[in-house]
């Protein structure tokens, strides 16, 4: 095997690590599997209610287009609603595939790279939402209150999400916020 080769390996495996579900195993007293199953149980029932919402927004998308009204709409908002239509698409696409992932690989003990592979999706499913919600708002702000409400409401709307989505954990992970006790810096140094 070449360097090049060896490299792309060491990547490939560091990417899927089980390190973290082994750490949270001997934790909580539970087996590999076991974590593997209820990380997979939690990432489901994430992913039930994100596709709820992308599912409402989709209907309400895919019926706006053959509303009487939606021919008076101008070149904005008809741009605007493209790109609304076509995030929630791709929402639609991307929060589903974890399914798809599944049936391809089940039973062939890959639920770790499931688990890895369906968390990353989420996340990039919810990116979508957010721009997909946001854009959404614009659009019917748009119409019923005018351009400059509607870019407001769009941009609270974005930066809210994106603040609780995104920014409000990524918070708790740098700054360690909620670790458990136990896991928290000087734990077992009684003196820090």
């Not at 199953?37 to 992913?47: I, K, T």
């Not at 089940?106 to 997909?132: C, E, N, S, T, Y």
Request: aromatic share 6%.
């Amino acid at each position: 095997m070449t360097a090049s080769g060896s490299d792309a390996g060491t990547r490939a495996r560091a990417r899927f690590d089980p390190a973290d579900a082994v750490r949270s195993a001997r934790a909580r007293g539970e087996t590999l599997d076991q974590v593997l199953d209820r990380n997979l149980a939690e990432l489901l029932q994430e992913l039930r209610v994100a596709i709820t919402g992308v599912q409402v927004l989709f209907a309400f998308l895919l019926g706006l287009a053959f509303t009487s009204r939606f021919a008076e709409l101008d070149a904005f908002a008809r741009t605007v609603y493209t790109v609304t239509l076509l995030a929630t698409a791709l929402a639609t696409v991307v929060l589903i595939a974890p399914v798809s992932f599944h049936r391809l690989v089940f039973r062939r003990r890959q639920k770790a790279v499931l688990i890895v592979v369906a968390d990353r999706m989420l996340v990039v499913g919810l990116a979508l939402l957010v721009l997909a919600i946001s854009s959404g708002v614009l659009l019917v702000l748009d119409v019923v209150l005018g351009r400059g409400p509607g870019l407001a409401g769009a941009a609270a709307v974005l930066l809210v999400a994106v603040g609780l989505w995104y920014g409000l954990p990524v918070w708790a992970r740098r700054t360690g916020a909620g670790v458990h006790p136990d896991e928290a810096p000087g734990a077992d140094d009684p003196a820090g």
